[in-house]
């Protein structure tokens, strides 16, 4: 069988280190260095970054090594010192897996034929690169680069095919310079290609020796502390404008990551200082930087009580007005007049309560209306009673949740199919954009979003800006829910405009069911305490308390309830469908 035959075995562990017997790594050293001419290239994925190669060392008493790893533009014939980890893989043995490498020319008359033949000059096959090493022998990487008009000798190389030999050739040398400055400065072999891809072979080195944190806004994966060790080895300051800016974005994100669209200068100043260990004046220097390059933007509010400037970054800043102006649109266009088929719902309007009636008479009369409450007080109900009488106007329905959970609970409980939010917007991978937007509007009459408080800031003006006006969108959800995990909590922030109809459903309907999790939920909203009288000898609730002093009991209980108890009483899988909060990390809980 091919080495490429076998290669699937070898990109099924590329993610993850093998798995072998403590006894096998005793003749293997962990970390180590090799070098030597690469024979044949076995495998390279799409993008030519993962690969597998054969190499033949230059050490004459180890035989041919299989590399595997990070080898970004790898060719046959070239020459390689690497840095990586010795390994055992079940089936074809030793081999070497690559955390960094560097290339180097070919010495020998058979590597450097099999160098230029290998694609690195176009035009030149084997037959070209045996003639022209023919001629120049080991000097041939020296007549291309420095007096490549001589390849005129070679028998078959015109005027033409010089010029690209030396157009090509130059390439490879600002490549091969850039990819030893950049890895010289601890960057990987994927990552100095993402910065070359990026920025070029001749402008990559530069830009990162003026502006280093560049790289953290620019090329992903690579954050602000990478960048800021990057910056370090190059000699810049501590106190630079470049690293003062750059820290006042880095922490803004790092704000944003914990859910803030924006911060107060007043709170936002001292939090750059402490990061950035510099002074809160230098903190001051970097915020000006960045407001007068526009990475980030400064509002100030007439209200008193905000007397210090809100910084935002620029894209969530323009998220939120884009955002702003969407809700206004919707609530001043227009919309073709219906009337809610009350008598035709039947049975589903004697189920509705006067505050579900409510909800679904404003969601067919507003272009945006919300529907809130805590578990158990009839969402789905609401959102049931709509799909039915939306199908009753003929109007064209869409219904989508921020997750796939969400959103087969939508589905499951209307009958009606339901989608996440990226897949109604369809999300197209190669674009990095959204198909529908303000290009291309949805084309749907009626659009219920459930589960709204999960939707952070950037979500939900993608979706919003992908509405058409005269459509009747209808939000739903808990506004006592935990915000969403990105930037901004845009259900709460939708109630206290005032500007858009809001039904607030409070009577709890799952209550007869017997869920004291329902209940004891709504207490703790409303202020009060929640019921925690123990369950009485044989009833069944879904809502137990029990209180222990000793930390190791609690933890001793909790093992064999989730192992033993709550699986034989309720038929629950314990590694699947049990979850155990605990509120904190250290100790025995």
């Known amino acids: 069988m091919s080495d490429k035959l076998l290669f699937n075995d070898f990109f099924a562990d590329s993610e993850e280190s093998l798995e072998v017997s403590e006894s096998s790594w005793s003749s293997l050293p962990i970390d180590s260095r ?14 030519n970054t993962w690969s597998a190669v054969k190499m033949r060392s230059n050490n004459p008493l180890q035989p041919d090594i299989t590399l595997v790893g990070m080898l970004p533009g790898i060719q046959e014939g070239q020459e390689i010192e690497a840095e990586g980890r010795w390994e055992l893989h079940p089936e074809h ?7 960094s490498f560097k290339a180097i020319l070919p010495a020998t008359e058979k590597g450097i034929i099999r160098y230029l033949s ?35 000798e070679v028998p078959g190389i015109g005027k033409k095919r010089i010029a690209d030999i030396r157009e090509a050739w130059h390439q490879q040398n600002q490549h091969r310079e850039s990819l030893v400055f950049l890895q010289g400065l601890g960057i990987t072999p994927a990552y100095a290609n993402r910065i070359i891809a990026r920025y070029s072979d001749v402008a990559a080195a530069e830009v990162v020796r003026r502006n280093p944190y560049r790289l953290a806004s620019e090329i992903e994966g690579i954050g602000f502390l990478t960048a800021d060790r990057i910056a370090a080895q190059l000699g ?8 003062l800016c750059a820290g006042v974005v880095h922490t803004l994100e790092e704000l944003a990551n914990r859910g803030n669209v924006c911060c107060p200068k007043v709170l936002l100043i001292p ?6 260990e510099v002074p809160e004046s230098a903190a001051e220097l970097g915020l000006d930087t960045a407001l007068a390059e526009n990475k980030v933007n400064a509002v100030s509010f007439a209200d008193p009580d905000l007397a210090s400037p809100f910084i935002y970054l620029r894209r969530l800043k323009q998220a939120e007005e884009e955002l702003a102006e969407a809700v206004n649109l919707l609530l001043n266009s227009p919309l073709p007049p219906v009337s809610v088929p009350w008598q035709r719902l039947g049975n589903d309007y004697l189920r509705l309560n006067a505050q579900q009636r409510q ?13 809130t409450g805590g578990p158990g007080v009839g969402k789905t109900t609401v959102i049931s009673a709509l799909v039915r009488a939306g199908k009753m106007l003929r109007l064209k329905i869409s219904l989508a949740a921020p997750t796939g959970r969400a959103a087969k609970r939508m589905t499951e409980a209307t009958g009606y199919d339901a989608s996440t939010i990226h897949r109604l917007l369809k999300w197209e991978h190669d674009q990095r954009a959204f198909y529908y937007g303000p290009e291309h509007k949805l084309p749907c009459d009626l659009l219920v979003v459930d ?22 969108l209808v939000l739903v959800g808990d506004k006592d829910q935990l915000p969403s995990v990105g930037p901004g909590t845009v259900l709460q922030d939708f109630i206290n405009c005032r500007r858009i109809p809001v039904t607030f459903l409070t009577e709890i309907y799952r209550q007869g069911e017997g869920s004291r999790i329902i209940v004891n939920a709504h207490a703790v909203n409303q202020g009060y305490t929640p019921d925690l009288r123990p369950v009485p000898a044989g009833y069944a609730s879904d809502f137990y308390w029990i209180e222990q002093g000793d930390p190791a009991n609690i933890a001793e209980l909790i093992s064999r309830m989730v192992s033993d108890r709550i699986p034989k009483a309720f038929g629950y899988n314990p590694m699947s469908e049990i979850q155990v909060l605990s509120p904190m990390r250290k100790g025995d809980c």
Request: hydrophobic share 40%.
């Open 93 to 99: 043995g030793r081999q070497f897996r690559v955390q």
């Open 236 to 243: 810049i300051e501590k106190n630079s404008p470049l690293r």
């Open 118 to 152: 290998s694609g690195v000059l176009p035009g030149i096959g084997k037959v070209y690169a045996e003639r022209i090493v023919k001629k120049f022998g080991t000097e041939t990487l020296n007549i291309l680069d420095n007096y490549s008009e001589r390849l005129h």
């Open 34 to 47: 090799v070098s030597g001419e690469i024979l044949r290239i076995l495998f390279s994925n799409s993008d």
């Open 359 to 371: 909800a679904v008479h404003w969601a067919l009369q507003y272009g945006c209306s919300i529907v």
């Open 271 to 276: 939090e750059v200082a402490r990061i950035l």
């Open 451 to 472: 589960e709204i408080s999960m939707l952070d800031i950037s979500l939900a003006n993608n979706l919003f800006r992908a509405i058409a006006p005269g459509t009747r």
